[in-house]
């Protein structure tokens, strides 16, 4: 082989070495809120989204159960698709098996997703603030603890919805939803007191913020939804080498673990420019 074909296959090689992709993972569709705004960060990167549709929704799982599923999955996402770094697109996830990751695989780096609580502290004039979630991520002694070190000057409501992340997947697909059940499921975000009323809800399920127009409309006060997305897809940024970048790269792909996702979710990732991958 010539000088000039080996250089350019070494070319090549260094290249593809480059085009490592940022992985996006969520227990289902939810985590597209999270793409969105990476894409718009970090638009010369390429992604692999992944869905574990078979285990949604996590809220209602064993915690040791779930934590082995997520640690045992992420074992064949790092060893297929190789990436820079990897994003928990899921509040449930992040604050049940975030350190499990980062122990079981040192050499990736992991951005969690937890709930707003710090942020929603600074900007709250009422210091009343709901945290609107799944039943696991309120149950979790991170979401606890977040209150403790950042808003013990607030009362802040824990919501625990057993329906919303479902309503929100068929919301996203473009399924009709019923008001009156969503109206019920945000209800218990609303306090009012001599003193003030809620004037902040935390977003703390990354599902959540695609219905933020139909919250604003059934709300009975106008309140700050507030959305991690952005804030997630900064850190993501932040801790990417600045070599990776290019300005042509493969194809985005989504990923379910169920193999098998239905027509209305397969249109909505073309929506989304994501190409089908393989389990």
Known sequence: MGQTA???????????????????FDS????????????????????????????FPYGV?????LTRRI???????????????????CNTASTLVLDDLRRAYPATPFVGTVPAIKPAAERTRSRLVSVLATPGTVKRAYTR???????TQCHVRLVGSENLARLAEAHIRGDEVDDEAVAKEIAPCFIETKEGRTDIVVLACTHYPFMANVFRRL??????WLDPAEA???????????????PEHGDDIAIFTSGQPDFSTRRLMQGFGLAQGAV
């Open 145 to 151: 603890d977040l209150i403790q070190s950042f808003a």
């Open 232 to 246: 997630i897809a900064r850190r993501a940024r932040s801790l990417l080498s600045s070599s990776g970048a290019q």
């Open 61 to 65: 799982w064993d915690e040791e159960a």
């Open 6 to 24: 080996t250089a350019l296959l070494e070319g090549r090689e260094a290249l593809a070495g480059l085009d490592r992709p940022i992985l996006v």
């Open 28 to 55: 289902g569709i939810g985590g597209l809120t999270v793409l969105r705004e990476a894409r718009v960060l970090m638009p010369d990167r390429r992604f692999v989204y992944i869905a574990d549709d078979a285990g």
């Open 219 to 224: 709300a009975p006060w106008p309140v700050d």
């Open 71 to 89: 640690v045992t999955l992420f074992g064949g996402f790092l060893a297929r698709h190789d990436p820079e770094i990897a994003v928990i697109a």
